[in-house]
């Protein structure tokens, strides 16, 4: 379990919500619209991911092996990096942010090994400085490294956190969590141990909180507990957990289903997914403080399968998305929460496998981007609101 581990949270009263929840408890079940004119279509990229500036970045297989691109969608798609043997996979996505420079800090994954599992976490920036693209872990053994979140920070800075898997290749150990801190010029700062034992295969999720980072992912405890832990890693010193939420999923397998963390001016917000006691939801918690004092509010229940992303727009907006089960095959679904209103969306159908991988959404205010991955490429859906 987490590393520095703090009391579970209680998920206090409702009089304790921050604003977005307690506007989700007063009317969370809007009527669902169709939603997201179709804004482009990338023909046989796979695994999209937003930088905050509208960058979508992807991975585009070509005859020599695979490329990163990055494309603003404006007409300018450059590529970032490519390789002959990445491991591509419908879970394990690229990571993109910007930093203070506005310089784009991205993620992919060199086969290194013999093993389905055998890769390496890398991180590059563009424009390039010196001694990029860099290796995120410093274990140079095969095993597998990937599931990268980045935050960007200050001037040429970034943030990193990904899953680890040198304890289990080597000693037959679990999965671990770790974060770093890159600069642009100067390199890799040392290695921070988050969690020494985390689920293999959930995706994990990254955002700033003042002079650290919030680092979200999936737990995994000796009795295959799999919880959402949430754990602070400060700029200078040792990461701590703040919680543990405390759904008592049990799960022999990996759900392959991670959190997402957004942070909005001093609100931290973390959206999850859940089987626990039978019943699959997806539930956004709160908190104004690193002190442990959450409150909870459940967005879907019933047919959801997860996958959840989310993104706060630069007004206080907030979008949620998760695919859930329709009567076809599955549907993501957006909701979107701002100045005062909830509206829920439809945004495309898709196949309820693997096929359909992660889409990822991007709140701009007046408009609503999600990255829709599927067997032909992937498609780019666009919503507009109002000032």
Known sequence: MARSPSTTSSEPARHALPALLALCLAGCSPSVQPGGQLLTQIEGARSPAWSADARLVYVLPNEGGVELIADDLRGYAQPVAQGERWFVNWADVPAASVD????????FLPIVGEGTYDYAAWIGTQPRATGH?????????AGEHGFVSIAGAGSGVAWSVWLDGRAHKQAGGATRVYARRFDAVQGAGAELLVDERACDCCPTSLARWGEGSIVAYRDRSE???????????PDQGEPRALTTFPDAWEFRGCPVNGPAVIVQGRQIRVLRYTEAGGSAR?????????DQQWSSVEVARGNVLGRVDMSAGPGGETSLLWLEKSADAAVWR???????????????????????????????????????PGA???EVRELSFPH
């Open 133 to 141: 693209p860099m290796r995120i872990h410093t274990d140079e053994g």
């Open 282 to 290: 997806v539930i956004l918690a709160g908190s104004s403080s690193l």
């Open 376 to 378: 032909a490429g992937i």
């Open 223 to 233: 009795s295959e507990v799999r919880d959402i832990t949430v754990s602070y890693v």
């Open 334 to 372: 957006l909701r979107r929460m701002a100045r005062g209103e909830v509206a829920d969306f439809e945004i495309a159908a898709v196949p309820a496998g693997r096929e359909s991988g992660r889409a990822r959404v991007l709140d701009l205010g007046t408009r609503v981007l999600v990255a829709v």
């Open 100 to 107: 203070a420079d506005a310089r784009l800090w991205f993620s």
